[in-house]
């Protein structure tokens, strides 16, 4: 078999010898070529050839387009469309209070609070930020979905498979099977959890953990999960899930805990579980008695051993607080129909329970997501349609009046992510309300995007004991 003219111009005149002296037989011996997955031997005597043609093929398009990518780099983080950037005055990078929080798209002809005449924060926040290029920063996904039995998954991990992250947590709530693993993606961690709402209705939980395979601009992060465990509260399937994701990188390590969470209702079962399930992570890793004490209840900030940092995500069951002095329930009433009629997320949040929880203060050190988009609960039928912007018949039950469990209202942003950076700093920079993924469920889909940047640090197997 002869050479073609392409292949002349292509090989360099050494591997032109090295193939003459092959096909002459002056060369012996074995080697693989990896294509994909797939492990092609090359046989000896002839054939070596072709396999030297393709391999110098390769090489030289894979120097050629890596040069091309190079001049088309952006700088990891940067905004496309600084005009389209706005900050919100009072919140933290992670969404915490103390800073400023990044929203990535504005919508024209609308006010703050949703009417005319100026800009409004869209609450569809998405970016286009390219895979990151720097070896310490890596880019974590977390999805969060109370299901209420609607079992297809497939648009959202549809969104999964586009997503520019290296790492995708899934924790999935009221649900009877896992998702699977986009295109792209392979499965590195599932644990399930049973429970049942009521007789017959099997309501399980899911944490699933998916690793990016390598692309052009990034090699592929390799990650470990050493350790793992779950927490019951309740048969009904309240409780949670856990794994510790250690997440090697060029320059390092990151030590991860994600906690995948479905809090109890009621307000002082919900503190109860919320002790539960964080307390059930953290005593792998601690040694202190002051962390051990009987009168500790959220582990303090400095109780998680080597854990970089620490992820709560899931249906934490925060509701809006139903109990007000100023206004009586049908007052209130009106005034949240108000609020979502006119787009008032602000103002709304005012009643938001989760930033009475000890979870937030200093001591404990937890940050949690502040939503600038309807709430993700209750969705009150798949025919009351909140894409097109008509949130009151969409979260609002026909007829007005206060619907209420407890004394909280039927209405919140239940569905969040609250984060805990020790040795590392941890950026919220995109978050997702998902409704068109909703599928029927009464719960909205959420994504949150996370850059870490503590991957220049070390894991450790060992507690802290």
């Not at 794994?243 to 307000?267: K, S």
Request: proline share 6%.
């Amino acid at each position: 078999m002869e050479w073609s003219e392409h292949t002349r111009n292509v090989l360099s005149a050494p591997a032109q010898e090295a193939s003459r002296r092959l096909r002459g037989g002056q060369l012996r011996g074995g080697f693989e070529v990896e294509s994909g997955s797939a492990s092609v031997q090359a046989p000896h005597g002839r054939c070596w050839h072709m396999t030297v043609t393709a391999v110098f093929v390769v090489v030289l398009a894979g120097f050629y387009g890596g040069m091309y990518m190079l001049t088309r780099r952006r700088v990891p983080g940067a905004n496309t469309n600084p005009a389209a950037m706005t900050t919100t005055p009072g919140m933290s990078p992670g969404g915490g209070p103390g800073g400023n929080h990044r929203h990535w798209t504005t919508t024209p002809g609308m006010t703050p609070g949703g009417g005319p005449g100026g800009h409004h924060r869209d609450w569809t926040v998405t970016t286009t930020r390219a895979a990151p290029v720097a070896p310490n920063i890596v880019n974590l996904t977390v999805i969060t979905w109370n299901q209420g039995f609607i079992l297809n998954t497939t648009a959202l991990m549809r969104r999964l498979e586009a997503t520019n992250a290296d790492v995708a947590v899934v924790c999935q709530q009221e649900t009877s099977s896992s998702a699977k693993a986009p295109s792209g993606w392979e499965r590195i961690y599932k644990k399930k959890m049973l429970g049942m709402t009521k007789p017959g209705f099997f309501a399980s939980q899911y944490l699933t953990v998916f690793r990016r395979h390598r692309t052009f601009e990034r090699a592929a992060i390799v990650v470990d999960a050493p350790r793992h465990g779950s927490e019951r509260v309740s048969m009904s399937g309240k409780g949670s899930i856990w794994v510790e994701l250690q997440i090697h990188g060029a320059d390092g390590c990151a030590n991860v805990a994600v906690v995948c969470a479905h809090l109890p209702t009621a307000p002082e079962e919900r503190h109860e579980g919320l002790v539960k399930v964080l307390a059930d992570v953290a005593e792998e890793y601690n040694g202190s008695s002051v962390c051990n004490s009987k009168g500790v209840e959220l582990p303090l900030k400095g109780c998680w051993g080597s854990l970089h940092s620490v992820f709560l995500t899931g249906d934490l069951n925060y509701r809006l607080g139903g109990n007000s002095p100023e206004f009586s329930d049908a007052e209130l009433a009106e005034w949240l129909r108000t609020g979502i009629r006119n787009r008032r997320w602000p103002e709304m949040l005012s009643l938001d329970t989760l930033p009475n929880s000890t979870l937030l203060s200093a001591a404990v050190g937890f940050s949690c997501n502040m939503p600038h988009y309807p709430p993700s609960y209750k969705v009150q039928s798949p025919a009351a349609d909140c894409s097109g912007g008509d949130y009151e018949n969409c979260l609002l039950p026909p007829g007005g009046g206060l619907h209420k469990k407890g004394t909280e209202i039927q209405l919140g942003w239940l569905d969040r992510v609250c984060w805990l950076h020790r040795d590392s700093r941890v950026a919220l920079v995109s978050d997702e309300w998902l409704y068109n993924l909703a599928g029927g469920s009464d719960h909205v889909p959420m994504q949150y995007i996370f850059e870490i940047t503590h991957l220049n640090a070390t894991c450790s197997n060992t507690s802290n004991a």
